[in-house]
């Protein structure tokens, strides 16, 4: 009798010997990689849940930390005008447009209660990453959430329809928390061009580094143009630093004025001086991106194995369709070891599962396996 490929997946996975590594060519790391890339210890439970880079600080960041604690007793404030003036090189705008803040949340949090507090209207897509939205709703703000479409993507037509003079802020997250999904990059353009004109385009790059396509523009091109539009980013994902809590925004220099009004945090010396040698150190920064491609690509495989639709993703994480509800499918891998994401409403029976080390995501693999 013919034993069916699932079954014999499921027999393999459960006497250990499966393994989604075979034939993938992915090494396991030197010890000189280790101390370069610094791959986060095994632990158990395994956390998949968070959206982490498994690697970083890398080892010329930590050294630049480091070094920091010779000028740990001064205030932060001229090293970060420092490194927004080294951002604004980058991204080829004043420096008077950038505001190093503490964490990309921080800065998404003030842009909400600057613009919106006290009644003012955020229109947002309904799942999408709530930092901004949760803390202007404590301040008074009213949000205006908006569905996302059949294929998980925002629905700018809707979103477009519903703007009013109440609207002081149109939220995007692009790539979009937890969906993964990414808008065409001509619409996105023109909508956010379009847009600006009548309310304030705020546009979440956290993940956008992840982006495999090269050309995908950010918006910090029409923040060039002066267009009213301000976008954040951070050193939380690729650059493996998100226990640091260092971020930016990137607004025209009117806009950033206002925000900056605003910022009670910042960041702090040992971060600022971590984040200049991140943006330097390029071989870290394509270690990071290789090893996530490396990571998604054993998911994958992993949901076609079971047959579970997933959305393709252009972020550290992959959103997908377990046709289980999400508490009790959490409750069961955490049984196994392993934590993945909370619940996003409406969609209760989707997982959301962050890439890990190759280890990690062979463990998710091996205990997803088990429960289909």
């Not at 080294?86 to 613009?115: C, N, Q, R």
């Not at 071989?283 to 990071?288: A, G, N, T, W």
């Not at 993945?340 to 091996?366: H, N, Q």
Request: charged share 25%.
């Amino acid at each position: 009798m013919e034993i069916n490929r699932r079954q014999w997946l499921k027999t393999a996975a459960l006497a250990g010997g499966f393994t989604l590594f075979n034939g993938l060519g992915f090494q396991v790391l030197t010890a000189e990689e280790r101390k370069k890339f610094n791959p986060r210890e095994f632990e158990n439970p395994i956390r998949l849940s968070s959206n982490e880079n498994p690697y970083g600080p890398s080892e010329r960041v930590r050294n630049a930390v480091k070094n920091a604690f010779n000028i740990g007793c001064r205030y932060p404030y001229a090293y970060a005008e420092n490194l927004e003036g080294i951002l604004a090189k980058k991204y080829d705008v004043a420096p008077e447009s950038v505001i190093v803040t503490g964490g990309s949340t921080e800065g998404l949090k003030i842009a909400g209660i600057t613009f919106a507090a006290n009644g003012g209207e955020i229109i947002a897509a309904k799942p999408t990453f709530l930092a901004m939205m949760q803390y202007a709703k404590m301040w008074g703000a009213n949000i205006n959430w908006v569905p996302v479409d059949e294929n998980l993507g925002y629905d700018l037509q809707e979103i477009e329809k519903r703007i009013t003079s109440k609207t002081k802020m149109v939220f995007l997250c692009n790539p979009n928390n937890p969906t993964s999904t990414i808008l065409p990059a001509n619409t996105l353009q023109d909508f956010c061009a379009s847009v600006s004109k009548r309310t304030i385009v705020f546009s979440d790059e956290a993940y956008y580094e992840y982006i495999e396509d090269p050309n995908y523009p950010s918006m910090i091109d029409l923040v060039k143009k002066g267009e009213n539009v301000v976008v954040s980013k951070t050193f939380s994902k690729v650059y493996g630093m998100a226990g640091m809590r260092i971020g930016f925004l990137i607004a025209k220099p009117e806009l950033a004025q206002t925000i900056r009004r605003n910022i009670v945090a910042m960041s702090n010396i040992f971060a600022i001086e971590g984040a200049k040698e991140a943006l330097k150190d390029d071989e870290f920064y394509k270690f990071s991106l290789q090893k996530n491609l490396e990571a998604k690509q054993i998911i994958y495989n992993t949901l076609d194995h079971l047959n579970l639709h997933y959305i393709k993703s252009s972020t550290n994480f992959i959103f997908f369709k377990s046709g289980k509800d999400i508490n009790k499918l959490g409750k069961q891998m955490l049984t196994k070891g392993v934590k993945i994401g909370r619940a996003f409403p409406p969609f209760y029976d989707w997982c959301r599962i962050s890439t890990g080390t190759l280890e990690e995501v062979e463990m998710f693999s091996k205990s997803l396996i088990t429960l289909y």
